[in-house]
């Protein structure tokens, strides 16, 4: 089992994402609102095939670093992915889904977290 702290798992998962250029990562605190999760990290790809490479990039840094998803839900055309990894859920989307399904808008009482922070070295 893994022994990084929490702000070390969303800073491989916002890496891993900024690395397959995935566009407006968004960071949301949610732990007041729901016991669903702590945090969702939500990005958007411009085409389904990189949709998928920024899922598989996520899951594969975390793996590296003995972190697996509890759960994996996707459309057959990864139109979105979810990695489920308990207290941080992983959103990715084509950029078109993620405008339809706006869950920055549903989470809007959510905390909205400064993703550069997680972006430096």
């Known amino acids: 089992m893994s022994k990084l702290s929490q702000k070390e798992t969303l800073k491989a998962v916002i890496k891993a994402m900024d690395s397959k250029l995935a566009e407006d990562i968004q960071l949301i605190g949610i732990r007041d ?14 085409s389904n095939t990189q949709t998928k490479a920024i899922a ?20 057959s055309t990864s139109t979105w992915v979810i990695l ?13 889904t993620r405008n ?3 869950l920055e808008r549903l989470w809007s009482d959510g905390e909205q977290c400064d993703v550069d922070e997680y972006l430096k070295d």
């Open 33 to 46: 609102l729901t016991i669903v999760a702590d945090y969702f990290v939500i990005a958007n790809g411009m």
């Open 56 to 75: 598989d990039e996520v899951e594969f840094k975390l793996k590296q670093l003995g972190i697996e998803p509890l759960r994996t839900e996707s459309d």
């Open 84 to 96: 489920d990894y308990g207290d941080i859920v992983v959103h990715v989307f084509y950029k078109e």
């Open 100 to 102: 339809y399904y706006n």
